[in-house]
C-alpha cells in the first residue's frame, strides 16, 4: 500500500556532495519517524540518520556536522544532503518510513517499519 521511492545517488569524488530524496506514496495520511539507512556487502545495515514528524533529528556518529536530514510532511518526503563526501561513505543508502497511516478503502490503516529499494552512492578518492 505503500511505496518509497528514492533517488539522488550517483559517483562523486571525495570532499563532494549529494543530495537523496525518498517520496512515499499511497493515500498517506501521516508518518511518524523518517529516515535513512546503508549498507556495504558484508556489513550491517547501519542508522545514517532519522528525523520525526515534528523535526527532531538524530544522526550516526560518522556523518555528524556532514549530513543533514530534513522533511517536508506536505509531500511526504524525506531529504539527505551529504556534504564532504569520504570514500567510506560509499554505500547503498536506504530509506525508512515508520508507522505510515494510510487510507484503505473506508479505514485507517498502520505500515510499520517500510522500506525503499536503496540507492547506491559512491565516493571515489
Known amino acids: 500500500q505503500v511505496q518509497l521511492v528514492e533517488s539522488g545517488g550517483g559517483l562523486v569524488q571525495a570532499g563532494g556532495s549529494l543530495r537523496l530524496s525518498c517520496a512515499a506514496s499511497?493515500?498517506?495520511?501521516?508518518?511518524?519517524?523518517m529516515g535513512w539507512y546503508r549498507q556495504t556487502p558484508g556489513k550491517q545495515r547501519e542508522l545514517v540518520a532519522g528525523?520525526?514528524?515534528?523535526?527532531?533529528?538524530n544522526y550516526g556518529d560518522s556523518v555528524k556536522g556532514r549530513f543533514t536530514i530534513s522533511r517536508d510532511n506536505a509531500k511526504n518526503t524525506v531529504y539527505l544532503q551529504m556534504n564532504s563526501l569520504k570514500p567510506e561513505d560509499t554505500a547503498v543508502y536506504f530509506c525508512n518510513a515508520d508507522r505510515v497511516r494510510y487510507v484503505s478503502g473506508f479505514v485507517y490503516k498502520d505500515d510499520y517499519d517500510c522500506w525503499g529499494q536503496g540507492t547506491q552512492v559512491t565516493v571515489s578518492s
Open positions: 528525523i520525526t514528524r515534528r523535526g527532531s533529528t
Open positions: 499511497g493515500s498517506i495520511v501521516s508518518i511518524d519517524t
